[in-house]
Structures are given as C-alpha cells and as structure tokens.
C-alpha cells in the first residue's frame, strides 16, 4: 500500500568540465619568438664552428664570410692526422666504456638499496650523499688525487698514468644514485610482493624487474655519463703525465697550440670532438627526455 511518500530519484552529481586554459594568440606569437631566438643564440656557436671548419685558410682568416665558397672537407683529414687524434680518440672510448660501465653497475646497486631497503641511518647517508652535489668540482680533486695516489702505491697496478685513476672515481656519482633512486621509488610495491611470492630475493628482483623498467632512467645516465667522461680535462690533467692514457679533449688542447694561426684546422678539431657526443645525443634523445620527465615525480 502506497504510503503517500513520494520518492525523490537520487541526484547523481555531474563532474563539471575541467576548463583549459585559453592562450591569445599573442601569447602564443610571443612564446614561439622567445623559443627561435633562444634556439638561434644556442646554435650560432655550433653552427659558426662547423662554418669555419670548412673554409679555407684565407677565408677562415679574413673573417668576412659567414659561409665557405666551396666546402673543404679535407680540413678534418688534416686536422685528425696533425693532432695525432687518433691516441687520443681511442683513449676517450676506452675510458668511456669503463667509467660508463662501473657507473651504472654501483648507480644502479646504490639507488636501489635507497629506494628499496630499509637499514640504519639510511636519510642521513642519503643527505650526506644529496650535499656532495652541492661542491665545486676542483674541491675533490686533491683528496682524489691523493686517494689514487696510494691505492696506486698499494695495490697490484698503478693508478697515475693509468685507467683507474681516469675512470674508478667517477664510477658511482652522487646525481646518478639519485636519478635511479627517483625512478625506482616510483615502481609499485605489488610487484616485489609478487617476486618475493615467487621466492625472488633482491638481487634477482633487481636484475629481472626493475632494471627492464628502467630503461629511460638508466639511458639518461648513460648519456650524462658519456658527456662527463668525454669532455674531462682538468683531473686527467692531474692524474697523467704522458699521452699515453690521455683523451681527446686534451688532444684538442695540444692542437690549438700547434696549429697557430689555422683557424680553420682549429675548428675542424673541435668538430672532430664534438661529434661523438652530437651522434650519442641524436640517438638517444628521445629516451633522454623520457628519463627526465619521468624521474621527478615523486620524491
């Protein structure tokens, strides 16, 4: 029997439309200009570079022309037999494979154990560690160089004039640790749960799930890596006394003085060691820009 109440149907609230943000085309006019003119002062240099690199030596000299007449690809022959690049190059990939190698190797052990594992004074190491960044490069070199110094005097192989001391030091940089410790931080719980159900310990947790998921995070160390260890100067410098372990960019240094007045060789040479890290860039960047965007999500 109807009881003379009337029952209302329930109000189901409608989400309201998210409203976006609306730019004049103005706005937009005046973003794109900024970003050309930001891209042209940035690129002006290389490209200037890479102008020189081809001209001659009277056009490379006279400073009137901002394009060669006709391209002189033989300037890069030149300059890489005068240099003697070729020491200095293989030395550069060698001691970039190393030093590239290690750093994921304890970057990647190290970052997972401060996202992962819990152990005493963990936030105070982290902290220690995060403050390193924090202090001018050349600070570290003298108790770098004596560190090296004795492990070379104490252990089986030298370490001045020599890879180690090229390459060991660098091997577990305080960005990298956080890089990875930003991403791993980021992977979901349920799945250690679930490697844990399947008897998987840390070490086979590591190897077989977060490292496949780490793909951009590790390719963006890599590349940073690359482009420390190639462009490295001062501490090899410091640490070596003879061409035979030096890179090239300490190759290129040699030739500026030995070249003189060929202005046009001296950017052949410069071009000659920006190349690798332009063709490392080129076919990495797009997981580069992955591992940045994805890395400063959560902290």
């Not at 570290?140 to 492990?151: A, G, M, R, Y």
């Not at 001391?165 to 931080?185: D, N, V």
């Not at 844990?196 to 190897?207: E, K, P, V």
């Not at 060691?273 to 965007?293: C, D, H, K, N, S």
């Amino acid at each position: 029997m109807a009881s003379g109440v009337s029952v209302k149907p329930l109000a189901v609230p409608v989400q309201a439309a998210v409203a976006r943000p609306v730019i004049s085309p103005g706005a937009l006019t005046m973003t794109y200009v900024v970003l050309i003119v930001g891209a042209f002062f940035a690129l002006a240099p290389f490209l200037y570079t890479l102008s020189v690199s081809l001209m001659n030596l009277t056009e490379a000299s006279s400073g009137t022309r901002l394009f060669p007449a006709n391209p002189q690809w033989a300037n890069y022959t030149v300059a890489w037999d005068q240099a003697g690049f070729s020491r200095y190059f293989f030395n550069s990939v060698k001691i970039v494979l190393i030093t590239v190698t290690g750093e994921i190797i304890f970057c990647t052990l190290a970052a997972y154990a401060f996202a992962r594992m819990e152990f005493p004074g963990k936030s105070f190491i982290f902290s220690l560690l995060l403050a390193t960044l924090m202090l001018p490069e050349a600070v570290i070199w003298v108790p770098n160089f004596i560190t090296v110094s004795w492990l070379g005097r104490a252990g089986p192989i030298p370490w001045i004039n020599n890879w180690p001391a090229l390459t060991i030091p660098f091997m577990a940089s305080a960005f990298g640790i956080f890089l990875l410790r930003q991403f791993f931080q980021q992977i979901p719980n349920e799945l250690w749960d679930s490697a844990q159900i399947d008897g998987a310990g840390h070490l086979r947790y590591l190897t077989q799930i977060i490292v496949p998921l780490s793909r951009a995070p590790l390719m963006t160390l890599v590349l940073f890596g690359f482009i420390a260890s190639w462009n490295s100067l001062a501490w090899p410098l410091l640490v070596t006394t003879t061409p035979d372990w030096r890179p090239i960019s300490y190759g290129l240094l040699a030739f500026l003085d030995e070249a003189g007045a060929q202005v046009h060789l001296q950017m052949a040479g410069a071009m000659i060691t920006m190349a690798p890290i332009l063709i490392v860039y080129f076919f990495t960047q797009r997981t580069f820009i992955e591992g940045i965007a994805s890395t400063g999500i959560k902290g």
